[in-house]
């Protein structure tokens, strides 16, 4: 936006009303400006084109303004019309009076009567001059007639003394032949006669006389007589007298008066022309210095209005550090100062709604850590039973992807999960309780804990907060430390008796078998052998049951786990009862964990695998398969092709005594699962699809494994 | 704003409105063609050398037209300029103008002996004529005006000398001035004639 300068106004105003000035002086005083009225009226309408250029520019701009849709076109063209409106009816009003005024102002100041009368004095003043020219003549002619008579006498003291007789103040005798032939002598300061016009003397012939005014200005009579004579040579008799007294001055005075009034009369015309002229030109000059200012004062007061257009888009925009000039002190000043305080406060609002968000967003994501940091499972769900929220934990416990099922309806979810739906029973929410739930991994003991959303907020109120624990491995360790503690006591109390019982029954069957004969020599053998076989065999269980309690410290290095299955597997090998296949998915499956243990958890699952085929009649067939977890870490699936597990034993399984074995301890898996358990892994059982059990072990990688391994 | 025109018309006249609106319009330019033959012509020179003096003889023909002779005989005195220029000739450089003349004489009608008078200004003296045209024969003529003392005149040089007649629309009375620069009628003035002074 072009700056506006107000002194280039000023200025361009002051030219115009000098210019005027100078006009209006140089058409009333016409001595000092007359020889500058040219010039005048030239500068005049130099400017006043100028001023028609800068209209023009202005009305193309606005034009072009308009057409473009500039905020403050219309209000600009508004302003322009109203002010336009506003200049052009004075000043048309002006114009039209002041004609008026000229026109009749000026006629009022001349009347017939005036006339007439200024026209009778100059007649009568005439009149008046003329009786005495009639005298003149007359005296004149005898003159003439005495000239005509005279004597011998020379002509000039004839002269002399006819102008003393006559009162004139000069006589001279001309003739048709060469003009002037004498002349009386004058009195100094005489004027002379008038010169004959076009330089030829007109022969008088009757005495006339008339009035002449020679250079002096003074009022004269000219008469003139012929001089009686012989034929062929002409002449005749000039005599200048003065017009005396009063009369003479009173004439003057009329004809002075006369003229004067005849000529402004005249003048009456020319003079209505070039007022009317001026003033044509003053308020045309007016009139377009009042449009120019009128485009002037519009930008003026647009412009801060423009200013605000811009800058409320620009706010619109949500640009907020723009800001309006404050020029003016008026309300226009003070509606921009009011903008620019409220840009202020937006910025202002805008900066701290924005730190509010980054401080709420921090929070959330604060929230959202801790919320899927939690070890436990949190679901909340909202009035209507749609998922809200599922954190880490819960959706690794429930085997859920969250990314599915976040905002998703519960019935859907149901829907495909219908082994979850006791989770989410309406009817035992609000309270706390176990619930065993068939997952993939196996069977697992859930604690869901449920509580009702009451917050003040309607759009919260009203859903629920479920808390989904897995208890499984707790209720596991639980039980192992019961049953550890009922097996070391076990052991303890059968253990101490078992030996000194096999002692006696050996010393028994030593002291007292030679002596013995025929039938109770047998009886007493077989039931001394039977006594020792029990003794061992309970001595074998007391073992187990004291290595199931014992529980030695754990040793952990890192583990090649291919290697360690292949050094299992090779103990096998030589025996025919049981065909071991090896899977190894991957070459490097390094785990940190117990060898001694790990080895221990093969050999007991492979023992269990060959246990639970021994009634078949194939060899038993073991199949073994290793692979590294993509996180890091070994999974290690034992199969069989034996009867499986049944599903009752399946979630059970795991707990001593349990087992479907003829003469086993119901210890194999229990032990198994406190080893894995030891070393922080898990381990569940399942059946293989083809028919069989399988039991997969997976011992997640410590998570600073990859750099103690490179 | 058409009723305003019309009455305004009525007021100024025809002639006036026209010229308002021609000085409204800007194009307030009258050529002088409009004038239709030169009323004003320089007829005859004649400079002579007599005692060391250059002297010139001019026959003019001053014609006034209607308008002029009305405005003269309802009392505007009219003034005429004759001017003279004594020009140096130069051959490589542009003329150089050494002296100016400028003779002028006053025309006016005198109501109360009803006769025209002729006052020459530059040195006072008048006549009065009982016509008009005995008037501007007396300015027709002009005799023995001394133009240049030949001893300001430099030898073997060539002297040019030109002269015009017109009338001083300046001496004008104020409203008739504006008037006369804008009507056609009253651009009275001869061209220039231009004759050699000193070979």
């Given at each position: 936006m072009r700056q506006l300068r107000p002194w280039g106004l000023l200025v361009v105003l002051i030219v115009v009303g000098v210019a005027l000035y100078l006009l209006s002086l140089s058409t009333t005083r016409s001595v000092v400006f007359?020889?500058?009225?040219?010039?005048?009226?030239?500068?005049?309408?130099?400017?006043?084109?100028?001023?028609?250029?800068?209209?023009?520019?202005?009305?193309?701009?606005?034009y072009r303004a308009l057409r473009q849709d500039t905020p403050g076109a219309r209000l600009t063209r508004r302003l322009v019309v109203l002010f336009g409106v506003l200049a052009v009816l004075p000043v048309g009003a002006v114009f039209y009076f002041s004609l008026q005024f000229i026109d009749h102002g000026i006629d009022s100041w001349f009347n017939l009567n005036l006339d007439r009368t200024l026209g009778d004095a100059l007649t009568l003043s005439r009149r008046a001059l003329t009786s005495q020219t009639g005298l003149y003549a007359g005296a004149s002619a005898q003159a003439a007639r005495m000239l005509a008579d005279r004597g011998p006498e020379p002509i000039g003291p004839a002269l002399d003394r006819l102008r003393k007789e006559l009162g004139a103040v000069r006589v001279g005798i001309f003739n048709t032949a060469n003009g002037r032939q004498a002349l009386s002598r004058n009195e100094p300061r005489v004027p002379a006669f008038p010169p004959f016009p076009e330089g030829k003397s007109t022969y008088p012939v009757t005495p006339s006389a008339r009035l002449y005014v020679p250079s002096d200005g003074n009022l004269y009579v000219l008469a003139r007589a012929p001089i009686p004579g012989k034929a062929g040579h002409r002449r005749w008799l000039e005599a200048l007298y003065p017009v005396k007294g009063r009369a003479s001055k009173l004439a003057r005075r009329v004809e002075a008066g006369y003229s004067r009034y005849h000529e402004l009369s005249y003048l009456r015309r020319p003079l209505k022309l070039s007022f009317a002229l001026t003033l044509t030109l003053v308020l045309l000059l007016s009139l377009l210095a009042a449009m120019w200012a009128a485009f002037f004062a519009a930008r003026r007061v647009v412009e801060p209005i423009q200013d605000l257009a811009y800058a409320t888009r620009a706010v619109a925009a949500g640009d907020f550090a723009v800001k309006v000039p404050e020029h003016s002190q008026d309300e226009i000043g003070f509606l921009a100062r009011a903008f620019n305080r409220m840009t202020d406060r937006l910025a202002l609002a805008r900066a701290e709604a924005r730190q509010g968000e980054i401080t709420l967003e921090r929070e959330r994501t604060w929230l959202a850590t801790v919320f899927g940091a939690l070890p436990t499972g949190v679901i909340t769900l909202d009035a209507a039973d749609n998922l809200r929220s599922i954190n880490a934990a819960a959706a690794a416990m429930l085997e859920l992807d969250p990314k599915c099922w976040q905002g998703v309806a519960l019935e859907n979810l149901l829907d495909q999960r219908t082994e979850l739906k006791p989770l989410f029973e309406r009817g035992h929410r609000n309270g706390r309780r176990d619930l065993e739930v068939r997952l993939s991994r196996g069977m697992c003991t859930l604690r869901v804990g449920s509580t009702k959303i009451a917050g003040a907020q309607t759009q919260i109120s009203g859903g629920w907060v479920l808390v989904v624990e897995d208890v499984s491995e707790f209720l596991h360790a639980q039980r192992n430390a019961a049953w550890g503690e009922v097996a070391r006591r076990l052991a303890h109390e059968i253990k101490n008796p078992l030996t000194p019982i096999q002692l006696a029954t050996e010393r028994l069957r030593r002291k007292c078998l030679?002596?013995?004969t025929g039938v109770e020599g047998e009886v007493l053998e077989r039931a001394t052998a039977t006594i020792i076989n029990q003794v061992k065999s309970m001595q074998g269980m007391v073992d187990s049951f004291s290595e199931y309690a014992r529980s030695p410290m754990l040793q952990l290095s890192l583990v090649d786990g291919v290697s360690l299955v292949r050094e299992v597997a090779e103990l096998y090998r030589g025996r025919t009862d049981v065909t071991i296949k090896l899977r190894i998915a991957s070459q490097r499956v390094h785990v940190r964990a117990d060898a001694a243990r790990l080895r221990q958890i093969l050999h007991n699952l492979i023992k269990n695998s060959i246990e639970a085929q021994e009634g078949t009649a194939r060899p038993a067939w073991i199949e073994i398969a290793i692979m590294a977890l993509p996180k890091g870490g070994m999974e290690l699936r034992v199969g069989d092709r034996g009867p499986g597990f049944s599903p009752g034993l399946l979630t059970r399984a795991f707990e001593p005594y349990v087992t479907t074995k003829q003469g086993g301890t119901g210890l194999g898996l229990a032990l198994v699962h406190k080893l894995v358990e030891e070393q922080g892994g898990r381990v569940w059982l399942g059946n293989r699809p083809s028919g069989g059990a399988q039991v997969v072990v997976r011992l997640a990688q410590a998570r600073s494994e990859p750099e103690q391994q490179a | 704003m058409k009723r305003l025109r019309g009455k305004v018309l009525g007021r100024l006249g025809v002639r006036g409105a026209f010229a308002a609106v021609i000085l409204g319009t800007g194009l307030f330019y009258v050529p002088h063609a409009l004038a239709r033959r030169p009323a004003f012509a320089v007829?005859?020179?004649?400079?002579?050398?007599?005692?060391?003096?250059y002297y010139l003889d001019a026959d003019l023909s001053l014609r006034l037209n209607p308008r002029a002779h009305r405005a003269l005989v309802h009392g505007v005195a009219l003034t005429f300029i004759v001017e003279i220029h004594i020009i140096r000739y130069r051959r490589f450089l542009w003329n150089e103008i050494i002296g100016r003349l400028r003779e002028r004489y006053r025309l006016s009608y005198r109501?109360?002996?009803?006769?025209?008078?002729?006052?020459?200004?530059?040195?006072?003296?008048?006549?009065?004529?009982?016509?008009l045209a005995g008037a501007l024969d007396s300015l027709n003529h002009i005799r023995r005006l001394p133009l240049i003392d030949a001893s300001l005149l430099a030898r073997h040089t060539r002297y040019l000398a030109r002269i015009r007649v017109g009338l001083d629309d300046q001496a004008l009375p104020g409203p008739l001035k504006l008037v006369s620069l804008l009507?056609?009628?009253?651009?009275?003035?001869?061209?220039?004639?231009q004759w050699v002074l000193v070979q």
């Open positions: 007359g020889r500058w009225q040219l010039w005048l009226i030239g500068a005049n309408i130099l400017v006043g084109l100028l001023l028609i250029v800068l209209i023009a520019v202005n009305l193309y701009r606005l030679p002596s013995m | 007829m005859r020179v004649h400079s002579y050398l007599r005692r060391g003096v109501p109360l002996t009803r006769t025209y008078r002729v006052e020459n200004l530059n040195i006072g003296s008048s006549n009065a004529y009982d016509s009507l056609p009628g009253w651009q009275l003035e001869s061209t220039w004639n």
